[in-house]
């Protein structure tokens, strides 16, 4: 794995940052978001700042960018103090940031969507469309996209997407780039057109501020790495100077000597049993599971790994086989009969199928389990608080109150929301897709140990992930997928890495 180097060719200037921000402190009411914080920005470098989520990365950019006033503290851009008013001040000035989720209006072109707010005009106010147009086509050559500006974003890729944001900040000439999870969106293929885009970047002496849960590509593209802790800022190291384990101990406090803490349970009856199901998306799966048991399932992109679940689960229809929990059949294409029957499905999209954002927490936890919390077509409020309130303690979601917006929680909180609100149904059956995607290390930890109280409980588990050290670490068996079909099936003890890559590929 390739580790950045530090520019430096011996002169001061070069360790000169061009944004120094130091001492920064924010409050809220009744908290304490920032205390002490500080960030160091060089030309030419990627700084990466990492922290568990809550640990004050997204407050201090707000900070930065003028969407929050900070209590005390200074912010030096280009060897002058400032205090930006709003984004657009900060943007002028030549600090951007590209956020995790894309701010592009679908229907509107390339050209209209990186020169929005900026609009180039000629006599009477009409837009110069020829120079805008043509100054796109330049941009997106810096980036090393040959993308026609006329076209519409809903035409892109998500990768392509993402250009289009970086050319719009590019057009403000920004010198410091902030990239706010930037491959959380991308497929695994486009992730390395990112990275080479970024050293071009650097090699033009931007100053790129990236903000990541994936260590592995701090690894790979920064060159040097600030963590925050609780708010405060805890140290800044060279990606040269640091491991893997000593980056997870500033960022959590503590050493993770057993990142995927497997526990020994006796398996229990068969609780799953999946009998040659077929239909568009899988191909003749037949496969159980038991009590106090976690099989993971594994593939490669296209795999059908979510397929299998969501047909399972009754999201997608099946012509042939069945599914059946404790000996009793679930009926087809049902997902409130699979429920019924004892299973559920924690989706690997949260946000668009897992969660209603703009509801409460008490809300998003009992919307599976109305039934237990009414009467007469009524929501027994009392009922449902003192539901929720329960499974937030059995959960350890960290909010100020079930009343709180869901979309305000961190990412890993988020999905514990969800746990609580798959466990509230009482399964049986717990098929997890993806539950540590997008979340910390720390946060990924509690999830763990979560899954682990369930196993111990003897419910049955099945998880889907693209970690292959998460399925290996969890799993007590390993089911492999590729195209559709299971390719193979390996115990905890034979199963490697090698061994999946050999079986998926046919070569086992």
Not at 9 to 30: A, C, H, T, Y
Not at 114 to 119: K, L, N
Not at 375 to 392: G, I, N
Not at 416 to 423: D, T
């Amino acid at each position: 794995m390739r580790q950045a180097k530090t520019k430096n060719n011996g002169g001061s200037n070069v360790d000169e940052p061009i944004l120094k921000m130091q001492g920064i402190e924010k409050r809220f009411p009744g908290v304490i978001a920032l205390h002490n914080a500080s960030l160091n920005v060089r030309k030419g470098q990627i700084m990466a700042l990492l922290g568990e989520n809550g640990a004050g990365k997204s407050t201090l950019m707000k900070v930065l960018t003028g969407v929050y006033k900070r209590d005390s503290g200074t912010i030096v851009y280009k060897g002058k103090q400032v205090e930006y008013q709003n984004t657009r001040q900060a943007m002028n000035d030549g600090i951007a940031i590209i956020h995790q989720e894309l701010t592009l209006i679908p229907k509107m072109t390339i050209y209209e969507n990186i020169f929005m707010g900026s609009e180039k005009t000629k006599g009477l106010g009409i837009a110069d469309k020829k120079y805008m147009i043509q100054k796109s086509r330049e941009l997106l050559r810096i980036l090393n996209m040959d993308l026609n500006p006329e076209k519409r974003i809903e035409t892109l890729s998500i990768a392509q997407q993402q250009m289009v944001e970086i050319a719009k900040v590019l057009l403000y000439d920004a010198q410091v780039i902030v990239m706010d999870e930037p491959t959380d969106v991308l497929p695994d293929e486009e992730v390395d057109s990112l990275f080479r885009v970024l050293e071009d970047l650097k090699k033009r002496g931007k100053a790129i501020i990236y903000i990541s849960h994936r260590l592995k590509e701090i690894f790979q593209i920064c060159d040097m790495v600030t963590v925050m802790r609780d708010g405060e800022f805890i140290g800044e190291k060279s990606v040269s100077e640091i491991t893997n384990e000593s980056l997870v101990s500033m960022m959590v406090g503590r050493k993770l000597d057993e990142q995927f803490p497997h526990v020994e349970v006796q398996k229990g009856e068969e609780v799953l049993k999946v009998e040659r199901i077929s239909n568009e998306y899988v191909h003749n799966i037949s496969l159980s599971v038991h009590a106090g048991e976690i099989v993971g399932i594994v593939g490669l992109v296209g795999a059908g790994r979510t397929e299998l679940a969501k047909t399972i689960y009754g999201c997608y229809p099946y012509q042939e086989g069945q599914v059946c929990v404790k000996n009793r059949k679930v009926p087809k294409g049902s997902i409130k009969q699979a429920i019924h029957s004892g299973l559920y499905y924690m989706t690997e999209d949260r946000k668009r199928d897992g969660l209603v954002m703009l509801l409460d927490v008490r809300t998003n936890m009992t919307l599976s389990s109305l039934k237990k919390i009414s009467r007469c077509f009524t929501v027994l409020k009392k009922t449902e608080k003192e539901a929720a309130e329960d499974f937030r303690q059995r959960t350890r979601v960290k909010t100020p109150s079930i009343f709180q917006l869901v979309r305000n929680l961190s990412g890993g909180n988020q999905q514990k929301v969800i746990l609580a609100k798959a466990l509230m149904t009482e399964p049986d059956v717990l098929i997890l897709d993806e539950p540590t995607r997008g979340i910390d290390v720390g946060a990924k930890k509690e999830i763990y140990n979560l899954i682990n109280e369930l196993k111990e409980k003897n419910k049955a588990i099945v998880i889907i992930s693209s970690e292959m050290p998460e399925i290996l670490g969890m799993s007590d068996r390993i089911i492999v997928m590729n195209e559709g079909y299971i390719k193979g099936e390996l115990s905890r003890q034979e199963a490697s890495q090698e061994k999946i890559m050999h079986m998926i590929l046919d070569q086992a």
